[in-house]
Nanobody, 126 residues
Framework: QVQFVESGGGLVQPGGSLRLSCAAS????????IGWFRQAPGKEREGVSC????????HYADSVKGRFTISRDNAKNTVYLQMNGLKPEDTAVYYC???????????????????WGQGTQVTVSS
């Protein structure tokens, strides 16, 4: 059974930083993309960043480019999201998910995954 467990969220002031972690288990494919998604109150879930497990290629939403960095530790089946320069508009519940579909599909607003975890809350506020 595929499972994603997110952690590392919290309350931070604008301009601050957080590092999110996602432990993935039950994913048997050796070639996949894993990414971070977020959902703010009253808004649809959106793709934030994805990374390929094999070549490490990355993709970022325009809204987080230059501020967020995704990385992965394949040995630990863990993916991280380093978030710097946080803004109030980054406030959301952050989720991770892995899939064998292309990154372009995962970043599409219509993307769905059957194994969404509980997510971790990130609140940026003074």
């Amino acid at each position: 059974q595929v499972q994603f467990v997110e952690s590392g969220g919290g309350l931070v002031q604008p301009g601050g930083s957080l590092r999110l972690s996602c432990a993935a288990s039950g994913f048997t494919s050796d070639y996949y993309n894993i990414g971070w998604f977020r959902q703010a109150p009253g808004k649809e879930r959106e793709g934030v960043s994805c990374i390929n497990s094999r070549d490490g290629s990355t993709h970022y939403a325009d809204s987080v480019k230059g501020r967020f960095t995704i990385s992965r530790d394949n040995a630990k089946n863990t993916v991280y999201l380093q978030m710097n320069g946080l803004k109030p508009e980054d406030t959301a519940v952050y989720y991770c998910a892995a899939d064998t579909v292309p990154i372009a599909i995962m970043m599409d607003p219509q993307y769905e995954n059957d194994a969404w975890g509980q997510g971790t809350q990130v609140t940026v506020s003074s």
